[in-house]
């Protein structure tokens, strides 16, 4: 079943915390629910779950307003921040515990246990108390509790902030294939960009209380569609511009970044927000970016920017190179057979519609269709 | 040189302190032998006066849990319109001075306020009797059991509460396996507090239920009726006895809250 919230408001003390927030999650969805410390998104997941009451605004699960119902009859698991496991029973107990409360007993709730520690890979651990379980056990533990009593929707909130790289990347896989293989509508909360990538069938970006994106994890690295968004899921390349002219497929812009006596023009894909004399911000996915050495010849239909590297890095997803453009500087991701050296003179190239900008409009519409082609 | 100094005084200081505390005790000990001390708890009055003493107060924990909790709980765990009220209603009793209490608890429940004329007209009397002392002794005591059960139920993560009521389990079913499990301890030491106080409760007692031998003398009466009456050998028999109680409890309350 899917679970949609509908303009939800929710303030602490005076302050708000969510603003008219909406969300649709689909059935079976990999949701993936990311945002800053204290954007909003803990509060979200207790809305959903009914453990926090909303001023107001709906709550409905499978199309069934929920709104009234006490946590206990949503139908949901939560896994949380810290565990939350109960200290004073076993992993076994633990997971039994929603079982138990459902009258499930003997055989049955034995077998039902065992699969989902054998699922997360903890059979072993059943006899031990939670305090005598390692992070990534506990996490575990967590989980299967969670899944045991087949909840519609699993709401998981950063599950994994306390685990290191290794352990975290084992258990992601298996969550995500568990996901799969049981096909529940799964809300995940996380602040990494990166297992956003990793895990989800959509991503929403939760800023300030409202949603600024939802997207597929591609389509947001790509299109980013505000400077929020771009900056929190890592985009450097961000360029301000105005817009010179305006063709029937095209617009020639000003990087008005850069100081006046280092001008320089591009031509960019033409969008419906684009308007005559109107300043904008563009952004370029460095893979998006190609060097090229100053002897090389370049396509015509390319954009090509003198530029001397500055700096080399290594961001963890292979090496960047910081190219100086004439006072604005741009990231460009360095192809594995591209040899270059700092301080070395280079030509940035893109292509038109490599640029995109942050409008702060949805590129896609429900069906699929570009919005930005047809406004 | 001057550290030393300061260091001496310092435990001179503890030393006095110590005197303060062992030397009574010692008294106590030094005025009667072994062989008076079990003919005297052997005598009926003070026999008497013991089961009394362990009657009223282990009842009393007994409503105490039955008050406390509740009121812990809601202490803990919500908000409400008057819940100040309510925290400073618990604290009242530690600080006022029992005496007060009992002559509150007199007036109220004697036959010449309304509450006890109503109570009277339906054939029961509350003043004089061992109900009395239970009520008394109950008044005192519970701010210790709600304050402990209180404190144990709000060091609980929140968490764990949401995760149980997330998993399907009712408030009721949580409060049962997980609140109350979890606050065992806190509530063990609450219950031995009580206990302890209810024992040793003097002033409310006997302003309530006076000192009918056989029927309203607890041991801390007994002790106070035979010291001034010049009957010491049976005042120190009880005393001490008293002091085996409060040992017992200092040692089991030292151990559980070490756990
Ligand atoms: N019970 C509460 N009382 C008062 N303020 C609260 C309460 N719960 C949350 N807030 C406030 O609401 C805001 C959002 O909190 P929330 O926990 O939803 O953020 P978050 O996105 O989960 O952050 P994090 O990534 O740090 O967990 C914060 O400013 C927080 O201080
Ligand atoms: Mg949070």
Redesign the pocket.
């Known amino acids: 079943m899917g679970i949609t919230l509908e303009k939800i408001s929710k303030s602490?003390?005076g302050r708000a915390?969510l603003k008219n927030l909406n969300l649709e999650i689909n059935q079976g969805e990999f949701h993936v629910l990311l945002?800053p410390?204290?954007?909003?998104?803990?509060?979200?997941l207790s809305v959903m779950a009914g453990l926090t009451e909303q001023d107001s605004g709906s709550v409905s699960i499978g199309g069934q307003d929920v709104s009234n119902l006490s946590p206990d009859k949503r139908r949901i698991g939560f896994v949380f921040?810290d565990h939350a496991l109960f200290p004073h029973l076993t992993v076994f107990d633990n997971v039994a515990y929603g079982l138990r409360v459902r009258r499930i007993k003997g055989h049955e709730m034995t077998r039902k246990v065992e699969n989902y520690l054998s699922k997360v890979s903890i059979v072993k651990e059943k006899g031990k108390f939670p305090h005598q379980l390692s992070g990534g056990q506990k996490q575990r533990t967590a989980l299967a509790r969670a899944l045991v009593i087949e909840p519609e929707i699993l709401l998981m909130d950063?599950p994994m902030s306390s685990l290191d790289a290794m352990t975290k990347e084992t258990v992601r896989d298996e969550l995500k294939s568990i996901q799969q293989e049981i096909g529940v509508t799964t809300v995940y909360?996380t602040?990494d960009h990166n297992e956003a990538v990793l895990l989800g069938d959509r991503v929403s970006v939760l800023n300030n209380g409202r949603v600024e994106q939802i997207e597929s994890p591609s389509e947001l690295f790509h299109h980013p569609k505000t400077e929020f968004v771009a900056r929190f899921i890592g985009i450097k390349n961000i360029l301000k511009v105005s817009l010179i002219e305006i063709n029937n497929h095209e617009a020639t812009v000003r990087i008005s970044s850069n100081g006046p006596d280092q001008s320089v023009t591009i031509r960019v894909k033409k969008y419906p927000i684009f308007g005559k004399g109107k300043e904008i911000n563009l952004c370029i996915h460095p893979k998006k970016i190609m060097l090229k050495r100053e002897d090389e010849a370049v396509d015509d239909n390319l954009n090509r920017i003198r530029g001397k590297i500055v700096k080399k890095t290594n961001n963890g997803n292979g090496f960047m190179a910081i190219v100086d453009i004439g006072g604005t500087t741009l990231y460009a991701a360095i192809p594995t057979n591209f040899d270059c050296k700092v301080y070395e003179n280079v030509w940035v190239c893109f292509a038109p519609d490599a640029p995109h900008p942050l409008c702060g409009k949805k590129c896609r519409a429900a069906e699929t269709k570009r919005r930005c082609l047809k406004e | 040189m001057k550290s030393l100094s300061f260091d001496l005084t310092v435990s001179l200081i503890a030393g006095i302190f110590v005197c303060l505390i062992v030397l009574p005790m010692l008294a106590l000990f030094t005025t009667t032998s072994f062989g008076e001390l079990v003919r005297q708890l052997k005598s009926p009055l003070v026999l008497s006066a013991v089961l009394i003493s362990l009657e009223t107060s282990l009842t009393v924990v007994f409503f105490a849990l039955c008050l406390g909790i509740p009121v812990a709980y809601l202490l803990a765990m919500k908000d409400f319109k008057g819940k100040e009220i309510l925290d400073t209603l618990v604290d009242l009793p530690i600080c006022m001075p029992p005496l007060v209490a009992g002559l509150a608890l007199l007036i109220l429940l004697g036959g010449n306020s309304k509450f006890g004329g109503m109570l009277n007209n339906h054939g029961i009397n509350l003043i004089f009797s061992k109900k009395g002392i239970i009520i008394a002794q109950l008044f005192v005591s519970i701010p210790f059991l709600i304050k402990s059960a209180r404190d144990a139920f709000e060091s609980i993560n929140k968490n764990v509460i949401n995760a149980s009521l997330t998993l399907g389990a009712s408030k009721f079913y949580t409060f049962k396996k997980i609140l109350l499990p979890l606050a065992r301890n806190g509530i063990y030491t609450g219950m031995i507090m009580t206990w302890a106080r209810a024992l040793g409760e003097f002033g409310a007692t006997s302003m309530v239920a006076g000192c009918i031998p056989f029927r309203t003398e607890t041991m801390t009466v007994a002790i106070y009726q035979n010291a001034m009456s010049g009957e010491l050998a049976a005042s120190t028999a009880v005393a001490l006895l008293l002091l085996v109680f409060s040992f017992t409890l200092l040692l089991v309350f030292k151990s559980r809250v070490k756990i």
């Open positions: 602490y003390d915390v945002g410390s204290g954007g909003g998104k803990t509060t979200t921040q950063e909360v602040h």
